[in-house]
């Protein structure tokens, strides 16, 4: 079993940064992949960035270069460092993490709002 919540959102303005933290409990976070996803009012539930065990990093296109992923397992926790953000990045943004297959744990969410 995995628990995830994650901290760090807010209010932003477009330009500006913010960090995402997801503090996890559980001892197989180290051999999981973790992933950032996001949805916006209205709209589905979109992927944003996943960081593999071995810190392998991929990323939307709508984040490329702005965005960036990382993990501490020592302290069992992964970031999502935002920059250059934009009126288009405000969703609720998610952890979830992925022991196998699929990504089966997931926090409750933090709001992300930037404003322009």
């Known amino acids: 079993q995995v628990q995830l919540v994650e901290s760090g959102g807010g209010l932003a303005q477009a330009g500006g940064s913010l960090r995402l933290s997801c503090a996890a409990s559980?001892?197989?976070?180290?051999?999981?992949?973790m992933g950032w996803f996001r949805q916006a009012p209205g709209k589905e539930r979109e992927f944003v960035a996943v960081?593999?065990?071995?810190?392998?990093?991929t990323y939307a296109d709508s984040v490329k270069g702005r965005f960036t992923i990382s993990r501490d397992n020592a302290k069992n926790t992964v970031y999502l460092q935002m920059n250059s953000l934009k009126t288009d990045d405000t969703a609720v943004y998610y952890c979830?993490?992925?022991?196998?297959?699929?990504?089966?744990?997931w926090g409750q969410g933090t709001q992300v709002t930037v404003s322009s």
């Open positions: 979830a993490a992925r022991p196998r297959n699929n990504f089966d744990y």
């Open positions: 559980g001892r197989s976070f180290s051999r999981s992949d």
């Open positions: 960081i593999n065990w071995s810190g392998y990093r």
